[in-house]
């Protein structure tokens, strides 16, 4: 996805491309004034140093992106002077310029990393020619590590989008990555809640609490801005503009770029970031930004996912136990009070689950006195678990109950029990159960 950030700069203000800066390191100030006089017609920006010192002074005050030097001075020569400016600024190229020739200094200069190695007298021309092809040298190396960062900061995001369970932790691996990628100080997500205001939902640096609690509506300030238009944009200075939050600047944020998280083309959010200095952010930057929020939209609905998985478990748990309250409350039900005042018979009971999630099922058992002094004797079981069993249990109970008072004979109750098990129970329901008549007087069972 190519976008390009609409600038919105407050107060207006325009910067020209900025100029090389080119260190000239000779001995001779004359000669150097002659080779920066050539370097500024080119449009670079020139310091003159007279010595290897006070090239080296100058470069712990500023990065240069170019080092002319000549080979031989009185403290350092040309190559130790580019080895100490290397060491400390990886990106500079250097050309020596030398009047002593020799092949070992020449593979000298090649192993140090310089680009050119001329020797005196140097036409102007072919100074100048030398320097922008180191300069556009530098270019490219620096373009291609920016491409490199980039690609690495957007598979970054990318494997953490795909590994995360949780938006947090996620956001800030995330963010890290943005950080060293972009150079930038700062990086926020905000979302959209299901009343419309976007919230923070992640920050790198972190923050207190308070700034979590800032609520944005669409189109209200910067975030709200590229929310509402959906597309990018940045802005160079805060400090003049109308901000929903108070807290970047606060935090001495002064230049933005945002971009919306959108979700199947719908934002869902926004991702920005900041530097505490002046910055106009580049077009491989803006769509580096773009490219970083669709593993970052990802990241967001996979974790609104796990989160309603989690919610409709927690929700399962909470039914699963009411309904596991109402089933105990019913089985308890079943299990008649004991001893039962018969005369010549003792009843003692006991009932034991034979795993802790089958505590809740069809097991039954009953004792009824009948009106002649005998008694019924009724053991069960209905096939499943839970509240459905619970239910069918009841069924059996109390229909075995009412037939067993009008009836107590074996064969009429389990002929009766059965038709209306038939008519009430679907076919994957079924019960297995002893059902027989004791009388005391004779010890007969039936």
């Not at 967001?300 to 796990?306: D, F, G, H, S, T």
């Amino acid at each position: 996805m190519q976008a390009t950030a609409a600038v919105e700069v407050a107060p207006p203000a325009t910067t020209p491309p900025a100029r090389p800066k080119v260190l000239v390191v000779d001995d001779n100030v004359g000669l150097a004034e002659i080779w920066s006089f050539v370097l500024e017609d080119a449009g670079c920006e020139v310091t003159i140093a007279d010595s290897g010192g006070a090239a080296l002074a100058a470069a712990s005050r500023e990065l240069f992106d170019l080092a002319v030097l000549d080979l031989q001075m009185p403290d350092l020569n040309g190559l130790e002077v580019f080895t100490a400016l290397r060491a400390d600024n990886p990106d500079v190229e250097g050309v020596i310029i030398t009047g002593h020739a020799s092949m070992e200094s020449a593979m000298d200069a090649v192993n140090a990393g310089l680009y050119g190695y001329m020797v005196k007298p140097v036409a102007p021309d072919a100074l100048r020619v030398t320097v922008e092809r180191a300069l556009e040298r530098q270019r490219l190396a620096a373009e291609n590590r920016r491409m490199l960062s980039h690609l690495g900061a957007l598979q970054e995001v990318l494997d953490t989008a795909l590994q995360s369970v949780g938006l947090a932790d996620a956001f800030q691996r995330m963010a890290q990555a943005v950080v060293d990628a972009m150079k930038v100080d700062q990086v926020t997500l905000l979302l959209q809640e299901p009343g419309g205001d976007l919230v923070v939902a992640g920050a790198f640096p972190s923050h207190d609490g308070k700034r979590t609690q800032t609520r944005i509506r669409p189109g209200e300030g910067f975030a709200g801005r590229v929310f509402a238009e959906n597309r990018p944009l940045q802005l160079r200075d805060v400090q003049h503009a109308t901000l929903a939050s108070p807290y970047l600047p606060q935090l001495g944020i002064r230049s933005l770029l945002g971009a919306p998280v959108t979700s199947g083309g719908r934002p869902i959010g926004v991702l920005h970031v900041g530097t505490r200095r002046d910055r106009e952010f580049s077009d491989h930057e803006v769509n580096l930004l773009v490219a970083i929020t669709e593993p970052v939209a990802l990241a967001v609905e996979k974790a609104r996912l796990l989160e309603e998985r989690e919610q409709h478990l927690r929700e399962l748990e909470i039914a699963y136990r009411r309904q596991r309250h109402i089933a105990e409350a019913l089985q308890r039900a079943f299990l008649p009070g004991v001893p039962v005042h018969t005369p010549g018979i003792d009843v003692a009971h006991r009932y034991e689950a034979a795993l802790a999630e089958a505590e809740v099922g069809g097991d039954f058992y009953d004792i009824l006195p009948l009106q002649d002094g005998t008694v019924a004797l009724l053991m069960g079981d209905v096939s499943g678990k839970g509240l459905d069993a619970a239910v069918y249990t009841a069924l059996t109970k109390y229909t075995v109950r009412s037939y067993a008072l009008e009836n107590p004979d074996p064969k009429h109750v389990m002929e009766a029990l059965n038709r209306a098990f038939l008519r009430q129970a679907g076919p994957e329901i079924f019960a297995t159960l002893f059902y027989g008549v004791l009388d005391p007087a004779t010890h007969r069972l039936r």
